[in-house]
């Protein structure tokens, strides 16, 4: 069913969300006249300008003064009932809730306002800021990090220095193999490159 019947305009994108919504209850109702009159009541119920009942939505929607006895009849018709109007609501509603997709809008949809408001941080600072952003600061079981992680490089290959505490563990060869010694590890900058391919340090 089309609400072009009501508005002479093109459907706007919210014309199209209420008509799509209006279509679930299509079946609550054994007529489709009954329907009709009750897109058109919701309808009303939405744009009216004041709260006078029936005759406001006659007024605000342009209809004859004889749709005001069809609009009564429509109350008292048996070919729908309040209870599966109520169902179908709370089913759309659950229904409703569960999609959590999020929509991607289309370029053409998106606008965009630059140097509308005076920035709190120059532009500069803050692509400097999203690039250290972009490296993922471990947290020790101390519950602590370093603060110069992603700042410090290795001297030789440019991979990232990572920051290891003092600790004392089982020694292990570059294979990952225990050897029955006891590895003491001091605080320090390790290299990242030198880590994942089990070299020795010089």
Excluded at 137 to 162: I, Q
Aim: glycine residues 6%; proline residues 1%.
């Amino acid at each position: 069913m089309s609400l072009s019947y009501l508005l002479a305009d093109d459907h706007t994108t919210m014309l199209n969300i209420i008509e799509k919504i209006l279509c679930h209850f299509e079946s609550c109702f054994s007529r489709k006249a009954a329907f009709r009159w009750f897109v058109i009541i919701i309808t009303g119920l939405m744009l009216r300008s004041d709260k006078l009942g029936v005759t406001s939505i006659l007024r605000d929607l342009a209809l004859a003064p004889g749709c005001y006895d069809s609009m009564l009849h429509f109350f008292r018709a048996s070919s729908w009932s309040l209870e599966d109007i109520r169902k179908r609501w709370f089913s759309a509603e659950r229904s409703c809730g569960k999609d959590k997709k999020a929509v991607k809008n289309s370029s053409e949809d998106i606008l965009i306002f630059q140097d509308t408001h005076e920035p709190i941080i120059d532009r500069r600072t803050w692509y400097l800021v999203q690039e250290l952003r972009k490296t993922v600061r471990r947290v020790d079981t101390g519950g602590e990090g370093s603060l110069l992680t992603g700042k410090l490089y290795c001297a030789d290959c440019g991979g990232k220095m990572h920051y290891r505490r003092s600790t004392t563990r089982a020694g292990r060869d570059w294979c990952g193999i225990p050897n029955g010694e006891v590895q003491h590890t001091s605080a320090g900058f390790n290299c990242s490159t030198y880590n994942s391919s089990r070299k020795k340090y010089k």
